[in-house]
């Protein structure tokens, strides 16, 4: 280059974009709209929950809840899946509601259903107890309908869902055939349903809750 020659200055380098208050303009409002974008998408509010409010003269007088151990939703047809598995399931869930978020707190039973139970989130100390008790100060749901004259009821051959582990002083009725390796898993629920009706004998009219749960699933 010439010693008397003018160096030409490039529009389209850094230091002269910078210093354009056009540009900074615009990479201002670059970065604006970036965090907009962002806000809105992590804090996208919740789907609303349905109501499920029952009038007075409807509250009902028999509950039983109903557990499948180890069922998978996607393998379901009212979760989406290409055949019918469970058309029972189905024809349900076409008369009330379905639940398309909904988490176990754990995959072992003995938490699970003393999360249910309880309502408690559970993570101050169930994962660190192990396999004991659930703990007698802890309220659980069948108390709140004993209190209240219903008739209550626990069916299962879960081997955790006992009173060993402290599940059923507020049942007035157990039928427990636990489960074990040596019985046939092929219909581990049969005797269990034979206990259902049981119950459902002894109550009568009476109003009643029941908790169910079947292990048929589990296995294999």
């Known amino acids: 280059m010439n010693k008397g020659s003018k160096r030409i200055k490039d529009p389209f380098s850094f230091k002269h974009l910078i210093r354009n208050p056009l540009f900074l303009a615009v990479c201002f409002g670059v970065v604006a709209l970036a965090i907009f974008i962002g806000q809105q998408t992590l804090m996208v509010k919740p789907e609303e929950p349905q109501s499920f409010l029952i009038a007075p003269e409807k509250t009902p007088s028999r509950i039983i809840l109903y557990v499948i151990d180890a069922l998978r939703p996607d393998h379901l047809?009212?979760?989406?899946?290409?055949?019918?598995?469970?058309?029972?399931?189905?024809?349900?869930?076409?008369?009330?509601?379905?639940?398309?978020?909904?988490?176990?707190?754990?995959?072992?039973?003995?938490?699970?259903?003393?999360?249910?139970?309880?309502?408690?989130?559970?993570?101050?100390?169930?994962?660190?107890?192990?396999?004991?008790?659930?703990?007698?100060?802890?309220?659980?749901?069948?108390?709140?309908?004993?209190?209240?004259?219903?008739?209550?009821?626990?069916?299962?051959?879960?081997?955790?869902?006992?009173?060993?582990?402290?599940?059923?002083?507020?049942?007035?009725?157990?039928?427990?055939?636990?489960?074990?390796?040596?019985?046939?898993k092929d219909n581990w629920s049969a005797e269990t349903h034979l206990n259902f009706e049981t119950f459902l004998d002894q109550v009568k009219k009476a109003p009643f809750f029941l908790y169910v749960h079947t292990m048929e699933a589990h296995s294999p």
């Open 77 to 184: 047809a009212l979760y989406g899946y290409d055949r019918d598995t469970a058309p029972t399931i189905s024809a349900l869930a076409r008369e009330g509601a379905v639940f398309t978020r909904c988490f176990s707190k754990t995959t072992w039973t003995l938490f699970s259903v003393e999360n249910m139970f309880s309502g408690m989130h559970g993570s101050a100390y169930l994962d660190e107890r192990g396999a004991r008790p659930v703990e007698d100060h802890v309220e659980m749901l069948p108390e709140f309908f004993q209190t209240s004259d219903w008739r209550t009821g626990l069916v299962t051959e879960n081997t955790f869902v006992t009173v060993r582990y402290n599940f059923t002083p507020n049942f007035d009725f157990v039928g427990n055939s636990s489960i074990s390796g040596y019985k046939d």
